[in-house]
């Protein structure tokens, strides 16, 4: 079976340092998504992409965070200037229509 | 907006008995409600999930319900195998044109006694 892939698996990094995410999606998915989820807590949806653009994001996902799908297949998370509390597991997913199947195993930020 | 209420927060079972763990919703316009599965460690995944119009939905040994007036959905696990050990977590969407911005529950730990 397919699977969304996310590099890299742990990613240790100063505060105030930009750091980039990447996800693979399934390949013939069309909707893509970012999340996060801090140790111990609820899973938290950051922003959605779909036709080359963010079709939705939350409050979390503020002027720090960018998304990009850079080569039609690669879909990456950048934080431009870390925190401390940005330190989380970051779940891509990606999906077919509007029913949220497919998540990656996630990269966990600490953020030093 | 949607907010997502889940209970209990952990629940221990024994062996071959049943689970339910419950979960409220605001947003009466919420009609996709799935549940997710995550071991320690590792990524969530879908487990089961029940549209707006059904009321009830099984897959083997797992079973959701939905009580669309008192807003609230239940996930039902019976004959509880040692492997059912995770923390799920339930969500709702409440747009339709939405690219499912899920809400999700606080997730609750099921751990399943020998």
């Known amino acids: 079976e397919p699977e969304v892939t996310q590099t890299p698996s742990h990613q240790v990094t100063q505060m105030g340092q930009e750091v980039i995410l990447r996800c693979v999606p399934i390949?013939?998915?069309?909707?893509f998504y970012w999340y996060r989820q801090i140790l111990g807590q609820k899973v938290e949806f950051l922003v959605s992409?779909?036709?080359?653009?963010?079709?939705?994001k939350s409050e979390i996902f503020d002027d720090q965070f960018s998304v990009e799908r850079p080569d039609g297949s690669n879909f990456t998370l950048k934080i431009r200037s870390t925190k401390l509390e940005d330190s989380a597991m970051y779940f891509c997913?990606?999906?077919?229509?509007?029913?949220?199947?497919?998540f990656g195993p996630g990269t966990r930020l600490t953020v030093l | 907006g949607e907010n997502v209420e889940q209970h209990p927060s952990t629940l221990s079972v024994q062996e071959g008995d049943s689970a339910v763990i419950k979960c409220t919703y605001s947003?009466?316009?919420?009609?996709?409600f799935p549940w997710y599965k995550q071991e320690l460690g590792k990524r969530p995944q879908l487990i089961i999930d029940?549209?707006?119009n059904v009321g009830e939905k099984k897959d083997q040994r797992i079973a959701v319900t939905l009580n669309k007036t008192a807003k609230h959905f239940s996930l039902h696990i019976t004959e509880t195998q040692p492997e059912d050990s995770a923390v799920y977590f339930c969500?709702?969407?409440?747009?339709?044109?939405?690219?499912?911005?899920?809400?999700w529950g606080a997730g609750t730990k099921l751990i399943i006694k020998p």
């Open positions: 997913a990606s999906s077919d229509n509007r029913e949220l199947k497919f």
């Open positions: 992409f779909y036709n080359n653009e963010i079709s939705e």
């Open positions: 390949s013939n998915h069309l909707y």
């Open positions: 969500a709702a969407s409440s747009r339709e044109d939405s690219n499912y911005q899920l809400i």
């Open positions: 947003d009466s316009a919420s009609n996709y």
């Open positions: 029940i549209r707006s």
